[in-house]
């Protein structure tokens, strides 16, 4: 088995995308603007020279599955090295706009 991945499920009460940052332990935390736009990093100056793997997933309950509660919402984060400490940032913004902390 390849120990050098994250597989993640994220459940929320509501229809949402999931914005998040992989990133090596010690990196300064992301801004919500950070992790709705990565490119701000780089703009603001906050850029680092470690890993930082951005990515966003959408979730929803089709049809099918419509009696479930929970939207899921999954990430998969993988090439990660062995031995190594990762910090996770993520946020949540729904279908209205809200945004959650990160």
Request: proline share 2%; hydrophobic share 30%.
């Amino acid at each position: 088995m390849d120990r050098t991945y994250v597989y993640l499920r994220i459940s929320c009460d509501e229809s949402v995308t999931i914005y998040s940052m992989l990133t090596l332990l010690g990196t300064e935390q992301p801004t919500s603007s950070e992790l709705l736009d990565s490119t701000l990093r780089t703009t603001n100056g906050r850029i680092t020279d470690v890993l930082e793997y951005y990515s966003s997933n959408s979730s929803y309950i089709s049809p099918v599955t419509s009696d479930y509660i929970y939207y899921d919402s999954y990430l998969y984060f993988s090439g990660l090295e062995e031995q190594s400490s990762y910090l996770l940032y993520f946020l949540a913004e729904d279908l209205s706009g809200n945004i959650s902390e990160v």
